[in-house]
């Protein structure tokens, strides 16, 4: 499972790029804010009847981690704390730790979105083939629109 992709400098410094997967096709994303618009996005097309089926099957209808994994943003906010915390110091040696502390958590977030996308592909319900095709009208509609020169919302 990938935790990062890349890296760019930023104030004469490398800063990783992080690549967050989506729990319900497993498409990846440089930042958890486009992973929350795409995954929203995509369970808005979702029937009521799937999403109740996604979240009986994959979440045991616990709605924090449905949202744990839809919006991201707790990998964020743990992220955006290890780096609160330890960015005030120019040391390199923090600055890797920073990495490899951030690092970790995208892992783990990501390791939680590869089980849940096991278990959706696996649910009943033609849950797995909804999703598919929500996924491929998404992938259509926001194509057609940079194809437009319009932004998707």
Known sequence: MHDTV???????SDCPIFSFVSFLD????????????????????????HLDILREVIFARD????AELLYGDDVQAEMDAISNTL??????????EIVIMQRSAVRRFN???????????????????A???????????????????????
């Open 131 to 153: 999703v598919q095709i929500a996924a491929s009208q998404l992938e259509r509609q926001i194509y057609e629109a940079g194809a437009a020169g319009i932004n998707c919302p």
């Open 111 to 129: 390791e939680k979105c590869a089980a849940a996308l096991r278990t959706l592909l696996a649910a009943r319900g033609g849950l797995a083939d």
């Open 6 to 12: 890349d890296s760019s400098r930023r104030d004469g």
């Open 63 to 66: 709605e924090e981690a449905f």
């Open 87 to 96: 960015s005030h110091s120019e040391d390199p040696v923090v600055q890797r």
């Open 26 to 49: 497993g498409n990846t994303f440089d930042s958890t804010a486009d992973l929350c618009q795409y995954n929203t996005q995509l369970a808005e097309m979702l029937s009521d009847e």
